[in-house]
């Protein structure tokens, strides 16, 4: 893989890659949203800290060297394993088709993934060996 990077200087435009991350929900405001008209006698108005949400969501996100090709947030109470990711990988290549049509019709599209334990499972192999 090394050898190829260093002959084909459009090997990493080949490539995508993705990553499930945690989202925290947080509700801001801004110093601007907070800002509030006193007179000069009354005490200044207390701004609260930022506190971690305990609602989260976990995001899947794809992207190339030109950026997101495809985002999804996996539906509350879901979980990713080898059936869910396997469709979120078809989810994937109709919207590489879709973004990047020049990608599938060359067929030099490589996935990069981690070694989670959905990404490992036999389905999801013989899914992408096709």
Same mark, same amino acid.
């Given at each position: 893989m090394i050898a190829t990077a260093d002959s084909d200087p459009d090997f990493f435009k080949t490539i995508v890659t993705g990553d499930e991350p945690w989202c925290f929900a947080y509700d801001p405001t801004t110093k601007r949203q907070s800002a509030a008209w006193v007179e000069e006698t009354s005490p200044r108005p207390k701004k609260l =800290?930022? *506190?971690?949400? =305990?609602?989260?969501? $976990?995001? $899947?996100?794809?992207f190339?060297? *030109?950026?997101?090709i495809?985002?999804?947030f996996v539906p509350e109470g879901e979980t990713v394993n080898a059936v869910y990711y396997k469709c979120a990988i078809e989810r994937l290549l109709n919207r590489i =088709? /879709?973004?990047?049509?020049? $990608? /599938?019709e060359s067929g030099d599209c490589l996935l990069l993934h981690n070694n989670a334990p959905?990404?490992?499972e036999t389905i999801v192999k013989q899914f992408l060996a096709q």
């Open positions: =800290r930022f *506190q971690k949400s =305990r609602v989260k969501t $976990m995001l $899947m996100i794809f190339d060297w *030109q950026g997101v495809h985002k999804e =088709r /879709c973004v990047r049509p020049g $990608m /599938c959905s990404h490992n």
